[in-house]
């Protein structure tokens, strides 16, 4: 009992000990560690960094407005005055990339996170607590499945002229239903598991359960797609602005640059290539770091 | 009379399948005194583990359905709202589950693990529960405590681990401790070592113990009292010295007869004929009769009810301390 009763006084004496205990590493130095060590997500990563700051400051600091017409430099070669040229309206090439970046990479960022909140909730809701919870919402998962997305989303963008934040809104409600799947099959075998049983055992309620034991041990999954998903939704951002449903001229994002270099891509290749390395570069990227990103999470990757 | 910690009356445990309703537990009765150390013994699938999941209310309502009265220091557990039990468990009753390996969440330090409980029921800051939880992995024995606190579950042997699920149980000194099978998955030098360390701290912060499990030789070693289950009955109950001396039901016996002796020249284990029957086909009448030796007519008929044939010493059997169980315990 002893041992009990003196714990305030011993309470310091152990803190310190706990400080100058051999070489440990915590449990977020180990996840890091194992981040570093994986060279292709650390690529990722990189690119990812490199392509924000690039958009962010380049923006902020280029002379060019994005939208302002330049009627002696139409299709004009890169030079030192614009240094990737320009677009048969004469706008600089390089500042609109920079601001298609700005609306591309948020559209992607943006509807991944809420389809991935989205899926994460409906998933855990139905795998969780099972029976007609989960028939309910997985019925649900299948309608919303069902529907043909390009199509809706193309209507729906001809009928409305979607700003940025309608377009994350209409990708993120027809983008959760992975994540919503994926989820629920993690929590259907993690709610079984002892662990789970065991957090009861110790007075654990429904949500913190939900939120401390099982979600974690879902993260890496959820983390993988969530990137994935980023990738998926710039492509559909760009395909929709492609198809002239998205992003509406004269604001730049990466698709509808695409689409107006249609017509002068065989005398400016740049006008095309750009927007497109820059497309496949950034999924690329994620798509490197969702999978370094599941490793370092789960600590029992470490070697 | 000694205070009465816990105690258990007439409990039912059924569950409801799809291919009917099967009762796991049959109108179990029994009690723990604080401090007192009770052994449920029984082969697998006997209701050992149900019985101590009742008691927790772990399983899940419905399918499960679980009648009777469950009392801990006066208060029928069964009646209480998830939030009072959730105060109850970990906090006063404590668990120990039979596979370190699987019990302890993966993604989390065990430092963290065992800290949850004390923040979850002392209300600590995060640096005191760490803190604490350092003590208490040292106080069940695990080396180098400030570095193992950091650890991951799977970085610990499977005996670390089960100090660990051990440290968890204990950290806010519940009066009653529930053990199932908390050695089976370990090897025997590190099954020694945690039933003396699980004795060891019962007897230092005083808790009532029930122990499941299916090995005779830790019920020697560990209980005070027994209790033998059989297909969901409670067929014997007695203190433990009683019990190896005077086993009375015929399955007792069968169970120690089927210890192998040193001194037994005999190259064939004993064992008992036949397996547990399913929940689905119960056998009428006495549900030990099929494998008993002794099984005569009235056994097939009638349920027999446990008796007390004195001292505290409970059976469940017509022949019990009769002319034909002394001769079977000769045979």
Redesign the interface.
Known sequence: ?S??KS?KQ??AE??A??A???V????AEQAWRRFRKNRLAMTGAGLLVFLVLFVVIGSLTTPYNPDMVDLMSIRAAPSAKHLLGCDDLGRDLLTRLLYGGRISLSVGLASALLSMTLGTLIGTLAGYFGGWVDAFMMDFTDIVLTIPTLPLLMVVGSVFKPSPMFLVVMISVLNWTTTARLVRSRFLTLRT???A?????????NG?IIL??LL??S?GAIVVTATLSVGRSIIMESTLSYLGCGINPPTASWGNMLQSAQSTMATAPLTAIAPGALILLTVLAFNFLGDGLDDA????R?R | MQDKLLEVSNLITRFHTDDGVVTAVNNLSFSVNRGERVCIVGESGCGKSVTSMSI?R?LKTPPAEITGSIRFEGRDLLTLS??EM??????EI??I?Q?PM????????CGFQIA??LR??QGLSR??A???A??LMR?VGIP?P??R??S?P??LSGGMRQRV?IA?ALAC?PKLLSADEPTTALDVTIQAQIMELIKELKE??NMGLILITHDMGVVAEMAERVIVMYAGDAVEEADVKTLFRNPMHPYTRGLLNSIPRLEDEREELTAIEGTVPGLFDMPKGCRFGPRCALCTERCVAEDPPLVDVGGNHKVRCFHAGGQEGAEYAES
């Open positions: 009992m041992l009990f714990r011993k309470l152990l803190e000990r706990v100058s205990a051999p440990v590493r915590t449990p598991l002892d662990y049983r065991a957090a009861r055992a110790i007075g654990a309620r913190r401390f034991h974690p041990n993260l999470i789960d600590p029992r470490e | 927790m772990l998830r939030d959730g105060k109850i468990r970990g906090n404590a668990m589950f596979e699987t019990a302890l969440n993966p993604v989390f330090t949850e409980v979850l029921h640096a005191e760490k803190a604490r350092v003590e106080m180098l400030e570095k606190v950091n991951f799977h970085q699920m968890i000194q230092r912060l």
